[in-house]
């Protein structure tokens, strides 16, 4: 039932502005709605917190909530987007404009935080008692811009001008100790409000305050800087996500931030457990489950080892098995050099009681396998100590009763290979649970033409909570009509992104195209460094054959590279040189564009999935965990350009060979492969090959004088003295890939197939959904049932 919002709207508005309705900008605007919206849901908020407190709870730690923005989202979940939109119109205000102002949450950077995040909303969807607790970083990873094909690196200052969806909790304060600082830990909180339901759990982010605000004495003594030292240091661990750790003191901070959260976070759990079950903690692990992402929170498990042995009094023994049964690890990578490991003299300098614990840890350890019978060497390399390092993921595998990976592929490689001696000896912990994403925001929110055509045909938009139904309309892929309206749809989308572009980064880009997309995270595994050397072939066979008949194209890059990861960077201005020549090329006018997205994140993905035509998921066969960004891509009708690699196999599986497009070396054919590989081979012999690389070094490409290009080139022709040449196999899969990318562009001249393969897409995209995740991980890991509040 229609609401009339505009009253309530104008009080928030004076509220947040100080002015009148009237004389207030579109960021007031955007203040007073997003308030407006918090007071909408304040009483269901308590109710929720209320009802979950009894019974059996799930806690998902994470480093990473990559959230995007709130407002949309928000409004969307509740229902309340036609009467937001004539609530802002009756004071002259556009609901896209104010819907702008709203800065994207810096919680998070890739696939790790953005599935929290879905994970979240399904929770909340599901009405199931599950809170999420990170840390209220005040910069996020950092805001990228590109200057001169460089990545550079600024602060991302998100909240500086308020944000109405974080509360703070004074009350709930907590103290963390370190051993040479002492912590207040200020919790926010972030409703999260589900589909269709009353239930709005929490995410609950730490920011950390000094003991002692100002030092007044030092001040008055005119030791200005003196008086601000500790709040400095104490602001250090909420700054940025993922400081640069190459070196010690950075390694050090990143203890730091994971230790305070986990420390904050723990304190909280029991101090809601002993406030409706008593002092006893012996049955904590009953009710409550710690869902670790990755290994960044696993100092949560010796923490709370100390909270029972020291705070509580408990035996070993006792605090031991109450560990055991609350904790289940998700792994994220297959990468050996991703497994966290600190060195022993950080946890000696930063908190030594938890290195007292992590040391007895690693002795039961070794006890206990050597009982029984495990060769000493096995013992040594899965020992949570060894070799001068704490192993974080040793410790996860060791005390969590769930060890989890995010797709098929990727637990079996875990099983096989990554954690095989843990899979061998504790067989029964393993499992999987395939990563999914929440169509509310990646298909209801975000792409509205598309959304109202799969209700229209399916008769209602069940699938907004039940993604399966679109299953039931798969044979209108041969509907003419419905196939027509998809091409529709997906070139308004196209305009929408293009008119986008242009006003922020002022490109301009063609809509007749091919939006060919490669969107995620800067890695060499990931290979964009294969993408944009196919880019350089075509264009180099363009200029040989000027007659060439292809179909336009656009090709489209997001991607950050963490600060220290020299490499990656240089694949960013290798990816931005390759566009300057295309771009500056009049010859390439109406052939070939290159664009390059600035500081990708959450809402520039929410712009280009919607009109991809192509999701590029081409990572070396066996080195993807999962990927979401593929999952996104398929619910919106791009098709999949990737090796069988993480979900590109589940998806092919959903979608049949003639749906997708599938490349390169197989995981299991890689390992013999390799034994008589020689990129200098394929360099020679592959058509194309030589003058692409060569194009590296030969005064084509220009790398600022940085050497970074020449360095990119022996990496796959040479190898170093730490790695053999190409280990990530892009020579030895580029003319598979160019062929199918190839075939891939002719296809497209057939509309009618292509909106076919489109549609069959769509329509097996319900295994996809973070839904069947979340009740996966419910039912089989966390023991969770649901609790609606009515």
């Known amino acids: 039932m229609a609401q009339n919002l505009s009253p309530m709207l104008g009080a928030f508005v004076r509220s947040a502005s100080g002015k009148t309705p009237q004389n207030s900008n579109p960021m007031e605007y955007w203040s007073g709605l997003s308030s407006l919206v918090v007071d909408k849901i304040a009483d269901n908020w308590e109710a929720t917190t209320t009802a979950y407190r009894g019974g059996r709870q799930e806690h998902y730690f994470s480093a990473e909530f990559l959230m995007g923005r709130a407002l949309l989202n928000n409004l969307t979940n509740l229902g309340m987007v036609e009467d937001a939109k004539a609530a802002l119109a009756s004071y002259g205000q556009d609901l896209s404009t104010v819907l702008d102002q709203e800065h994207d949450a810096a919680l998070g950077n890739g696939g790790l935080g953005r599935l929290a995040a879905c994970f979240l909303d399904s929770c909340a969807t599901l009405d199931l008692p599950v809170t999420g607790y990170g840390i209220l970083y005040r910069y996020g990873l950092f805001k990228q811009t590109i200057d001169n094909g460089f990545q550079d690196e600024h602060p991302d200052p998100w909240m500086e001008e308020g944000y109405p969806f974080v509360i703070r909790r004074e009350e709930e304060a907590k103290h963390v100790n370190f051993a040479d600082m002492h912590v207040r830990a200020i919790p926010y909180d972030m409703p999260i409000i589900g589909y269709g339901t009353k239930n709005v759990n929490t995410l609950r982010l730490w920011k950390a305050e000094p003991i002692e605000e ?17 709040r400095e240091r104490v602001a250090d661990l909420c700054r940025v996500l993922y400081p640069n750790d190459t070196t010690y003191e950075g390694k050090v901070l990143r203890v730091r931030q994971q230790y305070f959260f986990v420390s904050a976070s723990l304190q909280t759990m029991i101090g809601v457990y002993k406030s409706v079950h008593g002092d006893d903690l012996t049955n904590f ?40 049964q609350t904790f289940a690890y998700t792994n994220h990578t297959v990468l050996a050099e991703a497994l966290e490991k600190w060195e022993t003299s950080i946890f000696i300098q930063v908190f030594p009681r938890i290195f007292e614990i992590v040391q007895e840890i690693d002795r039961r350890f070794r006890e ?35 060890i989890n990976g995010v797709a098929e592929i990727h637990t079996e490689i875990l099983k096989r290979e990554t954690l095989h001696d843990w899979y061998d000896i504790w067989p029964e912990k393993f499992n999987n649970k395939t990563n999914g994403v929440t169509q509310r925001r990646w298909l209801n929110s975000c792409n509205p033409g598309l959304s109202q ?23 209108n892929c041969d509907n003419p009509t419905v196939l027509a309206e998809l091409g529709r749809i997906k070139r308004e989308n196209k305009i929408r992104f293009a008119a986008w572009i242009e006003k922020r980064q002022g490109v301009s880009i063609p809509v007749d195209a091919i939006y060919d997309v490669q969107i995620k995270r800067l890695h060499e595994y990931k290979r964009q460094l294969l993408n944009a050397m196919y880019i350089l072939d075509l264009y180099f066979r363009l200029k040989d054959n000027p007659d060439m008949d292809v179909p336009p194209r656009v090709f489209i890059f997001g991607a950050k590279a963490a600060p220290g990861y020299i490499r990656a960077k240089a694949i960013i201005k290798f990816i931005n040189e390759v566009g300057r020549i295309v771009n500056s090329d009049p010859a390439m006018a109406g052939k070939l564009s290159v664009l390059f997205i600035e500081n990708y994140n959450v809402t520039p993905a929410e712009y280009i999935i919607p009109a991809a035509d192509i999701s590029e998921q081409i990572s070396t066969a066996g080195k993807e965990a999962s990927g979401t960004s593929n999952m996104k891509f398929m619910m919106n009708g791009a098709l999949t350009l990737g090796t069988l690699d993480g979900a590109n196999v589940e998806i092919l599986d959903a979608v049949g060979d003639d749906n997708a497009y599938i490349f390169g070396a197989k995981e299991e054919e890689l390992p013999e ?17 030589k003058r692409i690389l060569d194009a590296f070094v030969d005064g084509t490409l220009d790398d600022g004088a940085t050497g970074d290009f020449h360095d990119l080139r022996g990496s796959l022709l040479d190898g170093s003295s730490w790695e053999p040449a190409d280990v990530y196999y892009v020579l030895g899969d580029f003319a598979s890939y160019r062929e199918t990318r190839d075939r891939m562009a002719e296809d497209y001249r057939d509309q009618s197939s292509w909106q076919r393969k489109c549609w069959i897409n769509i329509c097996h995209s319900g295994r996809f959904s973070s839904d069947r995740t979340i009740r996966d991980y419910a039912g089989s890991v966390w023991r969770l049932e649901s609790a609606p509040v009515l």
Not at 457 to 474: C, M, P, Q, V
Not at 673 to 689: C, I, M, N, S
Request: glycine share 6%.
């Open 214 to 230: 100002f030092d007044y004495d030092a001040f008055n003594s005119q030791r200005f800087t003196d008086a601000i030292v500790e």
């Open 453 to 475: 055509l799969l209700t229209h045909e399916l008769g209602s938009n069940e699938w907004i909570r039940d993604l399966d139904k679109l299953a039931d309309i798969t044979g």
């Open 673 to 689: 492969l390799r034994k008589t590989y020689q990129p200098r081979d394929a360099y020679e012999t592959v058509p194309g090959l």
């Open 368 to 402: 206990e396998l050597a009982a029984q019978g495990y060769h000493p060497g096995k013992i040594e390399y899965m020992a949570p100590l060894s070799g001068g390092l704490v192993h974080m993921a040793w410790i996860a595998c060791y005390a969590a009763f769930s």
């Open 285 to 324: 692990g009953k009710f409550n489950s710690i869902q670790l992402n990755d290994t960044h929170p696993v100092l949560a498990i010796p923490e709370l080892m100390r909270i029972l042995l020291d705070d509580e009094g408990m035996t070993w023994e006792a605090a031991w098995s109450i560990v055991q």
